[in-house]
């Protein structure tokens, strides 16, 4: 753990610390977040922007207030019907996703 908190306090980063550390471990959406961020915030409220953490990990499930902001975003978009933030899911990366999706495959199987 401690070589995991050193690396995770000096992240590498190429024109800034090319003599950090590359965190292997951490599936979280560091490297598809800005091209993300950018298309949420321009679907979202005028002046309303997502803080960074929401990509990160926090609740399996996803921060509730983002959660509810993507399903407000999702109705009037392309569902076109009212989305329960509750029925929506946003997880930091794929082992997290694939995990939730084989819970759902398998508890829909088991009915």
């Given at each position: 753990m401690?070589?995991?908190?050193?690396?995770?306090s000096?992240?590498?980063?190429?024109?800034?610390?090319?003599?950090?550390?590359?965190?292997?471990?951490?599936?979280?959406?560091?490297?598809?977040?800005?091209?993300?961020?950018?298309?949420?915030?321009?679907?979202a409220?005028?002046?309303?922007?997502?803080?960074?953490?929401?990509?990160?990990?926090?609740?399996?499930?996803g921060?509730?207030?983002?959660?509810?902001?993507?399903?407000?975003?999702?109705?009037?978009t392309?569902?076109?019907?009212?989305?329960?933030?509750?029925?929506?899911l946003?997880q930091?990366?794929?082992?997290?996703?694939?995990?939730?999706l084989?819970?759902?495959?398998?508890?829909?199987?088991?009915?």
């Open positions: 401690e070589e995991f908190f050193t690396a995770w000096n992240p590498y980063e190429p024109a800034t610390n090319p003599e950090g550390y590359l965190v292997l471990l951490v599936a979280e959406n560091k490297l598809s977040w800005d091209m993300l961020r950018r298309r949420l915030d321009a679907a409220a005028e002046g309303k922007q997502l803080p960074a953490w929401v990509a990160g990990y926090n609740d399996f499930r921060e509730e207030r983002f959660r509810a902001a993507l399903a407000r975003m999702m109705e009037t392309f569902v076109h019907a009212p989305v329960d933030k509750d029925c929506v946003v930091a990366g794929c082992s997290a996703i694939l995990d939730s084989a819970w759902c495959v398998c508890a829909c199987a088991r009915v």
